[in-house]
Every structure is written in structure tokens, then in C-alpha cells.
């Protein structure tokens, strides 16, 4: 195979897709000697006259082989692809104030697709409408990094205080950032885009102000008011003598002062979603409970399966079950969890840590995103902002994540 690209990279996504890169290209070379030495076998034993079942068993490993370097050639053109545009987007400049016009344009498309998103819809027409996300998306990508890694992917400014949470990619937190950006007379959004949540505290502490002070003024109205019907009375009846105003007045005093403050709104609590929630939302559906075996340490209560584990890659290995089925499944904080059919382990060996999570594959149907069938699915983990979590395994075989920045949302694992 062509080694044209680099070992490594500062920027912390082309460094994790060159990363991809050369471990596969290292997998298909050890796949490769694996092959040739099958080879030499098969032609001794036919030169041997060896038996037929050992002869077919090696010819059934030699084609098994070749079919694997054949999916590992098109996994390194896929991932060479991928980590060329990732540099030639790196060499490309950020659009000028000129290009404003075609950025309004890409980003009506995206607001667009974005909309279409949140319609209730089935088979072809969401696949369809994820398509479109997906292109626009990527035409902002294209057309300015910077503006695509903060207002779609989310990724804080390294100057921006810790203590701000970042933007995400979806709903009303969007529109805010993109008012922010664009300006009050934004044509995209309207005159409707409402402010980041710090502006939201600092309105309504505006409006509780006002508020006291129109009551302030009530009140001297009410007051006044009073005064003039009291000095009507006296007028129409001068009779009235000295004692009684003198003890009308004094009971006026005894009264005690009734200051009102303007009502604040009371913090709602959230909750956690529970293990239904995050099964229907995750994969569209809830199909039942199933009991599992999960290693120590984790959670008590129910957990949401998410899907069958096909395969975890770390960065000391490649792990795939062997004894029973294994279920990848989360907590109700969002957190990923292991748990098998059997009490079997799930990896022999002592205790040990595998390093940092690289890839996960897992089979499950989305009906949701139109895919009915059980499909496999893959994510890299960390593909954002470069955190992994680790994959640790007990004494009893059990596997454990620990760390990471992921999220879960209706369109899989992010992050």
C-alpha cells in the first residue's frame, strides 16, 4: 500500500483519522503475512499428499484471508480519503465579509433541514431528510471550519471561560447563537431568535425591577386617592369634631406597612430520564425486559439496552464477544454499561487496563431513522473533541467504560 500520508498531526482530528489509517495498514500487513504463511502450508501438504479434510480446512483459511484483506483495503481508502480532506480542509482559508451573502444562503439550507428534521416522519422520507442535514452540514464544513466546529459541532473556544456551557447543535440554543452572530435583523432566523440564557437572567432581573416600581407608584396612587375622599367627607360634614379625627388619624398610623415585592419564579426540577425514555428515544421502540449480568460497580436499577456489542476497539486491542450475547446498554446519566446473557466472562485474563476506546459496532433497528431490520452500526468515539473513555476489565472477565465525553440522542452515540 502508498504510506503518503503522515504519522501525526497537531490538530486533533486528522491526528485520530491518521491514527485510524495506520493501524489498519498494520493490520493488513500482519493479515497479509498471516495469508502467505496458509499458502506455504497448502502447498506442502499438497506436495505431501496430505489429507483431504486438512487440505480443504486450509484452502477455507486462505480465502478467509483474502476476504479480509480485501475489506481492509477499502477500510484504508475510506479512512486515506477522509484524512486527505481533513487536510486539505486544514490548508483552506476562512471565508472573506464578501462570501457573506452564499454563507446566508448555506445556512438557510441548513435551518431548513434542520426543520424538516423535527417533523414526525417514516422510511424513505427520513432518510431523506437526514441526507439533506448531512449535505448541508458538510457544504458549511467546506465552506468555513470554524463556523461549522462552533455553531453545528459544538466545540468551545479555547479563550472562552470554563464556566460557559458550550452551543449545542440542535433546537432553540442554534437560533440563539446564530442571532448572536448574524445580529438582530437577521433575515434567516426572524425578529423572534431569542437570547443565550445569561441574557434571560439578566432580563428578568430588568422586569422584577419595573415590576416594583410600578407598584411603588400604585401604591402613591392609592394613597392620594384616599386623601382626596377623606378630605371630601370632612368638607361634606363640618360637624365632626377634633376627638374623632384626632382618633381617626391615629388608627390611620396603627396601620402597619404592607410592602410587596414582585414574585420570583421558582426553579423547576429536572429529573433523570429512566431506562424506557432512553430506549424509545435511542432506538425508537421498546420491545420488553430482559435480565443480564452486568460486572460489579454498575448502576443498580434497570438499564436501556441499546444494542448487541459486535466489536470495541482500544488502543491495546481488538475485542469481540465469545461466550453468549453481549448488550450495550446506559445507565439513567447517559453512561455506557456492558452486561451479558450468561455469567461467563467476557475477556479472559487478569485485571487490566485496554486504553482509550477508538470504535465501537453494535447491531440494533432504528424504525425512527427508517431502518427497521437489525443494522450495524459504528461510531468513533472522541471524533469532536478528542475525548475517549477507557475500557477496563475486572478480575471476573467483566468490562467497564470509565471517562469520556459522549452523549446520547436519537441519532445514536455522539462524540
Not at 71 to 78: M, V
Not at 357 to 366: A, G, M
Amino acid at each position: 500500500m502508498e504510506k503518503s500520508l503522515p504519522k501525526k498531526s497537531k490538530d486533533k482530528i486528522l491526528n485520530g483519522l491518521l491514527f485510524d489509517y495506520w493501524s489498519t495498514l498494520d493490520t493488513r500487513a500482519t493479515t497479509l503475512d498471516g495469508m502467505r504463511a496458509v499458502r506455504k502450508r497448502l502447498a506442502t501438504l499438497r506436495a505431501e499428499g496430505g489429507s483431504k479434510e486438512r487440505i480443504k480446512a486450509e484452502v477455507l483459511t486462505a480465502k478467509e484471508r483474502h476476504a479480509e484483506i480485501k475489506y481492509l483495503d477499502r477500510k484504508i481508502a475510506q479512512r486515506k480519503k477522509l484524512a486527505m480532506a481533513r487536510m486539505a480542509q486544514l490548508k483552506k482559508k476562512n471565508p472573506k465579509a464578501s462570501q457573506s451573502a452564499q454563507w446566508e444562503k448555506l445556512w438557510s439550507a441548513y435551518i431548513k433541514a434542520l426543520a424538516d428534521l423535527d417533523k414526525p416522519m417514516k422510511g424513505a422520507n427520513a432518510r431523506a431528510a437526514q441526507m439533506r442535514l448531512g449535505k448541508a452540514q458538510e457544504a458549511i464544513r467546506k465552506f468555513d471550519p470554524d463556523a461549522y466546529k462552533r455553531l453545528i459541532m459544538g466545540v468551545r473556544n479555547a479563550k472562552q471561560s470554563k464556566g460557559k456551557t458550550a452551543l449545542k447543535t440542535t433546537g432553540r440554543a442554534v437560533k440563539s447563537a446564530v442571532s448572536s452572530v448574524l445580529g438582530a435583523g437577521s433575515q434567516i432566523l426572524g425578529a423572534g431568535s431569542k437570547a443565550l440564557a445569561n441574557g434571560k437572567r439578566r432580563k428578568n432581573k430588568t422586569v422584577i425591577k419595573k415590576a416594583k416600581k410600578v407598584i411603588v407608584l400604585n401604591k402613591g396612587k392609592k394613597k392620594a386617592a384616599k386623601k382626596r375622599k377623606r378630605n371630601a367627607t370632612t368638607a361634606k360634614s363640618p360637624n365632626r369634631t377634633a376627638s374623632a379625627k384626632r382618633a381617626r388619624a391615629s388608627s390611620v398610623r396603627r396601620k402597619p406597612a404592607v410592602k410587596k415585592v414582585a414574585r420570583s419564579r421558582k426553579a423547576v426540577a429536572k429529573r433523570n430520564p429512566n431506562a424506557t425514555e432512553i430506549r424509545k428515544k435511542f432506538a425508537g421502540s421498546v420491545n420488553g425486559s430482559r435480565e443480564l449480568y452486568f460486572p460489579k460497580g454498575t448502576p443498580a436499577g434497570q438499564l436501556a439496552k441499546l444494542g448487541r456489542l459486535v466489536l470495541i476497539k482500544t488502543q491495546r486491542a481488538t475485542i469481540r464477544p465469545t461466550r453468549g450475547t453481549v448488550w450495550l446498554c446506559a445507565d439513567t446519566n447517559g453512561k455506557l454499561h456492558l452486561g451479558s446473557t450468561t455469567q461467563a466472562p467476557m475477556v479472559a485474563g487478569p485485571a487490566r487496563n485496554f486504553g482509550k476506546v477508538l470504535r465501537l459496532e453494535y447491531e440494533s433497528s432504528k424504525p425512527h431513522l427508517g431502518y427497521g431490520k437489525p443494522v450495524v452500526w459504528f461510531h468513533r468515539m472522541g471524533e469532536e473533541d478528542g475525548i475517549r473513555p477507557t475500557l477496563h476489565a475486572d478480575s471476573a472477565g467483566g468490562l467497564t467504560f470509565h471517562g469520556g465525553a459522549y452523549r446520547l440522542t436519537s441519532r445514536g452515540i455522539e462524540n
